[in-house]
T-cell receptor
Framework: DTEVTQTPKHLVMGMTNKKSLKCEQH?????MYWYKQKAKKPPELMFV???????INESVPSRFSPECPNSSLLNLHLHALQPEDSALYLC????????????????FGPGTRLTVL | GDSVTQMEGPVTLSEEAFLTINCTYT??????LFWYVQYPGEGLQLLLK?????DKGSNKGFEATYRKETTSFHLEKGSVQVSDSAVYFC?????????????FGTGTRLQVTL
């Protein structure tokens, strides 16, 4: 299995809702990432998990809460979002969390398109 | 800090034309370099990579050579197809201790017409 899967594909939520995005990989990768991508822009890194521990938080507002229950699964819990949080949320994984290692390319999922009303 | 500069788009070409998308970078040490492609409504797909100077990455007719002397990683294809229409991102892989971090260029939209 060489895929990163994400669910749901689309999500519409109100500003008072609580929802979660899910990401899964079965490639044995030990680093997992959340990115946010606005239209016509490159992805922006939000969080990095390395060996199931949060290693990077790019000053993301607390209304986004990541969770890594095991080495294959990554969640992003959403609460009290704002309309400006509407974007494509991408998950990625890489084999080797150590930069410079041979397995450092990141593999991306198809994304969840989030709309906040 | 690390940065990647890509040529502005959109780039519009006729089918079978030659493609070049320029990419230059600024980084300390010896970063790995990547090209990702994003088709409409989809996530990013790794197109090719190079991990050291003078390496040539290639895939699906696309090529890019890691040029340390010019800090460049230009993407080329000899004959584009309509199906190549997408956004192309150049990226480099930096080091932030225990976890890897990609730095992306702004992306270049390619439109190929018949």
């Amino acid at each position: 299995d060489t895929e990163v899967t994400q669910t749901p594909k689309h999500l519409v939520m109100g500003m008072t809702n609580k929802k979660s995005l899910k990401c899964e990989q079965h490639m044995g990768h030990r680093a997992m990432y959340w990115y946010k991508q606005k239209a016509k822009k490159p992805p922006e890194l939000m969080f990095v998990y390395s060996y199931e521990k949060l290693s990077i938080n790019e000053s993301v507002p607390s209304r986004f809460s990541p969770e890594c229950p095991n080495s294959s699964l990554l969640n992003l819990h959403l609460h009290a979002l704002q309309p400006e949080d509407s974007a494509l949320y991408l998950c990625a994984s890489s084999q080797d969390p150590q930069a410079g290692g041979p397995g450092n390319e990141q593999f991306f999922g198809p994304g969840t398109r989030l709309t906040v009303l | 800090g690390d940065s990647v500069t890509q040529m502005e788009g959109p780039v519009t070409l006729s089918e079978e034309a030659f493609l070049t998308i320029n990419c230059t970078y600024t980084a300390t040490g010896y970063p790995s370099l990547f090209w990702y492609v994003q088709y409409p409504g989809e996530g990013l797909q790794l197109l090719l990579k190079a991990t050291k100077a003078d390496d040539k990455g290639s895939n699906k007719g696309f090529e890019a050579t890691y040029r340390k002397e010019t800090t460049s990683f230009h993407l080329e294809k000899g004959s584009v197809q309509v199906s190549d229409s997408a956004v192309y991102f150049c990226a480099l892989h930096g080091n932030t201790g225990t976890a890897s971090k990609l730095t992306f260029g702004t992306g270049t939209r390619l439109q190929v017409t018949l």
